[in-house]
């Protein structure tokens, strides 16, 4: 019997097994590495974060009781089960290149179908009968299963693996700001850039028309927060990446076919930089 202890392993860290039992951490690199030792041995069943002092998983001999559970990574039991995601798409939207930024990252493979919804195709009887009876995508299907709203499925591809904290107070600061993101970020940045790259700002609806201030001025605010934010962080959350930098990063770097000038925001520009560079990087598309 083998026990799973999952999460970052630091240097000087101390896990506890049973009554009586202590594993110490002093490095956890690579299991070779003569520096790289615990009270007991041990394998890397996690490949994410070799090199870093940080193995996501490490496998230990029965024996040891079980210090904390996160769940693994949802590509393990994809991968165990021989399924393979698929995102109903359109690649033209900052909700569906989040999806592919976040499984690139990690690694995991992903099959697409694309809809062009300029042209109704989420309003098909097919589409809602078969994949979202509210007509919208993304949606993330594995298996038999499907499931809407982008964040959502991020959040699903990323539960176990290091975009995800494992501070409860970290966790939630991501939380926080993916809900921005939905609640303040998307509906003005996004919807404008929808409106006047795609539809074309003489074919709006005199409504439309009348929310383009409204809109702006909400989104200018939401990028004037994120760029007061990150006065002095690198990230959003803690000091590496996270689903909160991924999520915001859809939208944002396209900020400008919205009439967005990101410019006037330098600190956002310097985080977008180190966005587009994380190894895995993908652009969207």
Known sequence: MEQVFS??????????????????????LWPSDPGSTLSQPY???GVSGLGTGKPETLVFPSGLARLFSLPKANRD????????PILHEDPRSGNCYKIKLTAALLGLPLQTRQYDILRGETRTPEFLGSVNSHGR????????????????ACWYLAAGSLLVPEDRFEQAETLRWMFFEQYSHEPNI????????FVGEGNLSPQQASQILPKRIAGSDALARMDEHLDGREWFVGNRLTLADIVLYAYTHVAEAGSFPLRDYRHVCAWLDRVAGVPKFVTMG
Request: charged residues 20%; negative net charge.
């Open 43 to 45: 394998q890397v069943s």
């Open 7 to 28: 999460g970052p392993a630091d240097a000087g860290a101390e896990w506890k097994g049973g009554e009586g039992e202590k594993l110490a951490a002093r490095h956890c």
């Open 137 to 152: 995508i993304p949606v993330l299907q594995v298996g038999d299963w499907f499931l809407p709203e982008s964040n959502a």
């Open 190 to 197: 996004a919807t404008l850039r929808f409106w006047l790259q």
């Open 77 to 84: 039991v994809d991968a165990a089960s021989g399924i393979v």
